[in-house]
């Protein structure tokens, strides 16, 4: 334990900018932490082992079902640290909200294996962490890509292809902003990935087609931000989201904000995350432009607006 008898661990929400679902298949994608929600976990000893959160609180053998992930990753973590048999109260706090694409199962898992490792005084290096929280990502997603686990345990916007070493990558936009926006409707993260992995079986040649093109685009945006070329960045995140769409997981919501930010003069728009609901992003090249593009999503019915820059000294 160490000497504070308490522990404590934190983590962002995240955003991906390119390459959801495509991603699950072994093409590149991109994302960033999203420092405008964060978690934070705190340990204490207690008399039995206690879970807080804003879900549920009691004694984590009654947890719900729904936080199977977050229990399995609480045993696991204690397991490998030679601490089963510890008796804590883990308490929860976070500012990411749930099913919206913005990682927050997998922020939730950073942060606790984070926290349980401060109590106990064990540095916790990524090589430790990551497994771990892509254990509670495989119960909460079903096959989920490690790219939730990487970007919401960095503090760097990431170039990430499943099963590599993770290259951080520097997003430096001049006057770029994102708009991230939430529906309001809970993202279907595992429901949208098994039903694309059922057109693969369905339809091998179109589902490869999206899929590749996705990965393609992915590469092209990737040029595009290191050549401060905000509009051709737009145009790529237009087009990806018609492969999104053509791989059945954006909705009705998802498709009305983003043609409210395109008629706002956005620079482009699509969905982020896994879809189904959950949030959308689009690009604007000045504040202005950002704010009055927000104002148009939530006219449309956006339930949340947040505006985040991409220029890294802001
Ligand atoms: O909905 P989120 O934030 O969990 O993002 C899921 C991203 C997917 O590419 C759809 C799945 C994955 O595991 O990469």
């Known amino acids: 334990m160490n000497k504070e ?7 962002t929400g995240k955003i991906i900018l390119m390459g959801e679902h495509s991603v699950v298949y072994g093409e590149p994608a991109i994302a960033f932490p999203f ?16 879970l807080d959160c804003l ?13 199977e992930s977050i229990r399995s990753v609480i045993y696991q973590t204690l397991k490998e640290l030679n601490h089963s048999e510890a008796l804590l109260h883990i308490v929860i ?4 909200p749930a099913e919206r694409g913005m990682g927050s199962s997998a922020a939730t898992a950073v942060a606790v294996v984070r926290a ?3 109590y106990f005084g064990v540095p916790c290096p990524s090589e430790n962490l990551l497994p771990l929280v892509n254990l509670a990502e495989k119960i909460a997603h079903g096959n989920p890509s490690g790219i939730d686990a990487a970007a919401t345990s960095g503090d760097q916007p990431i170039y990430f292809i499943k099963g590599q070493a993770l290259e951080v990558f520097p997003m430096n936009l001049t006057n770029s902003y994102l708009i991230v926006a939430d529906t309001g409707i809970k993202g279907q993260t595992r429901a949208a990935v098994s039903d694309v992995a059922r057109l693969f079986e369905q339809d091998k040649k179109t589902a490869a087609l999206h ?17 401060d070329d905000a509009y051709r960045l737009g145009q790529i995140m237009t087009e990806a989201q018609a492969h999104l769409t053509a791989l059945t997981v954006s ?12 008629s706002a003069n956005a620079l482009g728009a699509k969905l982020t995350g896994g879809g189904r609901g959950g949030c959308m992003i689009a690009l604007a090249d000045s504040k202005a432009a950002a704010q009055t593009i927000a104002a148009a999503i939530k006219d ?3 339930n949340a607006c947040w505006i985040q820059s991409l220029e890294v000294n802001n």
């Open 93 to 96: 706090n976070s500012t990411i």
């Open 251 to 262: 909705n009705d919501k998802l498709d009305q904000l983003i043609q409210a930010a395109l």
């Open 116 to 118: 349980l490792h401060d």
């Open 5 to 11: 008898n308490t522990g404590q661990g934190s983590a």
């Open 300 to 302: 449309a019915g956006a």
């Open 35 to 50: 420092r405008e929600t964060a978690i934070t976990v705190n340990v204490t000893p207690d008399t039995d082992m206690y």
């Open 211 to 227: 899929i590749s093109t996705l990965g393609q685009l992915t590469v092209q945006a990737k040029t595009a931000i290191l050549a």
């Open 55 to 67: 879900y549920f609180s009691g004694k984590l053998i009654k947890a719900p079902k729904h936080l």
